[in-house]
């Protein structure tokens, strides 16, 4: 039986297990990117995050809605369209179709829904007529506003106080406000901009509102899960919720869920550094396969340093995974096997990645050393069904193999990060303790197989990193 899903929730700051309004069906949305450049490997790591999540969800549920939006109205993108000498939707359909084409290459599966903004003006103009009547928002110099004051619950989610707020430099100041932490829900736009008619005028909507209508007309006033990385907790989500809860008078969502953030080689991504990596560029470096594994190789709630060994090392056991599945490609998977308890245990808590990854490589083991083909045949099935998971090795092992054998050699690196070598270690331990050797040599040609070795004393055991070629 598969265990309850149980879920960091960053309103509560604790773990734990899903609730949903209706016992078969789990609402999802997830903030999608703002289409005005190529996707960066920081707007990969959500994306590749929620569709385990969602792969997970539909595993355990008989109905799983899954929004993730676009945001094609902005003035980033008014500002790259103007660059380019271009019209703004040639801008945004542009970024849209190269997003979709990176994130197919990450193997990153389409949401049930993806609404723009563009296509929710009327939507938006109504919950903001909404705000109004409620007293919650305010019209102003051709602006309306939401006036945080009218929500004493503002700041639960991020855990600030007003005053930390608007001291953090990301508080707009203008004179048309109420309250410093008043936000902007429609602004007025000049004849060059896009804009749309409202009752306050010519104009387009503030970026936060864009969600809370979205989610209002596709999943309802209070959704079961949000998604989006943690730079979003605040404002962004924030405001969202003082927005929705306010407008319908029904909490907003149940359980918050977040990435944390991505460096590369220690630093944070910046155009003043010159370090931001975009995933076109990088999949011309390795296979989008490869970059999903590097993706999933930390904890999604901890930071993750990008650096060339990193994907290196994920290019290096997937030639490892797929060299064993090529060598049982004559044997048919079993239909229908399900996934392995140990993997889909780590995925139910808070999205343990590496614990799944830990216990794939104990699948690879097990595949390894199967002495008959019934025990392939058993071995391999629940290995795929397991790695589907994770949205990992659903290639044939030949066409795989070719694109990930030109850059490397026999070389044992692998992106198993100390959390999953101790976690290697620990299970081994266990194996000894149990008396059952052969799974404990397995895990030892594991360890091996990504570049250390055990040695048992007395003390316990000794891990030593082996010579690379």
């Known amino acids: 039986m598969t265990p309850s899903i149980i879920l960091h929730n960053t309103l509560t700051r604790k773990k734990e297990p899903l609730r949903t309004e209706q016992p078969e069906r789990v609402t999802l949305y997830v903030c999608g990117p703002t289409v005005y450049n190529y996707a960066h490997i920081g707007n990969a790591r959500p994306a590749v995050v929620f569709d385990v999540l969602s792969t997970l969800l539909r595993q355990q549920y008989s109905q799983v809605v899954y929004v993730r939006n676009f945001t094609d109205v902005d003035d980033k993108i008014n500002a790259a369209a103007r660059a380019a000498g271009v019209a703004i939707g040639t801008i945004t359909e542009r970024y849209i179709n190269a997003y979709h084409e990176d994130m197919y290459a990450l193997g990153v599966l389409t949401p049930d829904i ?16 909404t705000l109004i009547e409620k007293g919650h928002a305010y019209v102003e110099q051709a602006h309306v506003l939401f006036h945080v004051p009218s929500f004493p619950a503002y700041g639960q989610l991020s855990g600030r106080r007003t005053e930390d707020m608007i001291a953090g430099a990301r508080v707009e100041v203008a004179p048309y406000k109420r309250d410093p932490m ?33 989610i209002s007309q596709h999943l309802g006033h209070t959704i079961d899960i949000h998604g989006g990385g943690q730079d979003l907790i605040f404002p962004h989500h924030e405001n969202e919720i003082a927005q929705g809860t306010c407008a319908h008078g029904t909490p907003y969502c149940r359980t918050w869920v977040h990435n944390s953030f991505v460096t590369v080689d220690g630093q944070k991504m910046s155009k003043s550094l010159g370090n931001v990596l975009l995933v076109r560029d990088l999949l011309a470096q390795a296979p989008g396969e490869a970059i999903r594994l590097a993706l999933l190789s930390t904890h999604y709630r901890k930071p993750l340093d990008w650096n060339a060994q990193r994907l290196q090392g994920a290019k290096d056991t997937l030639i490892k995974y797929y060299e064993s599945l090529n060598k049982v490609r004559h044997i048919d998977v079993i239909p229908q096997t399900q996934p ?22 104990v699948l690879l083991a097990q595949l390894n050393h199967a002495e008959t083909d019934t025990q392939r045949a058993h071995a391999k099935s629940v290995l795929l069904a397991s790695a589907g998971m994770l949205g990992l090795l659903q290639q044939p092992p030949l066409e795989a193999l070719a694109t990930l054998r030109p850059e490397t050699a026999k070389r044992p690196v692998s992106p198993i990060d100390e959390t999953m070598i101790n976690g290697l270690l620990a299970e081994r331990a266990a194996a000894r303790l149990n008396r059952d050797f052969v799974k404990s040599d397995a895990l030892r040609d594991t360890l091996a197989e990504a570049g250390f070795m055990v040695e048992d004393s007395a003390q316990g055991q ?3 990193a082996l010579t690379k070629e």
């Not at 392995?340 to 490589?361: K, Q």
């Open 114 to 129: 993806e609404p723009r903004v563009t296509e929710h003006i009327p939507s938006i103009i109504q919950l903001i007529q």
């Open 340 to 361: 392995d308890e140990r993997v889909l245990e780590a995925l139910c808590s808070d999205l343990n990645l590496p614990g799944a990854l830990v216990r794939l490589h």
């Open 182 to 214: 008043d936000f902007v829900l429609w602004k007025p736009s000049s004849p060059d901009l896009p804009g749309w008619d409202s009752p306050w005028g010519r104009g387009r909507p503030g970026w936060h509102i864009e969600c809370s209508a979205m």
């Open 462 to 464: 000794v891990l030593r």
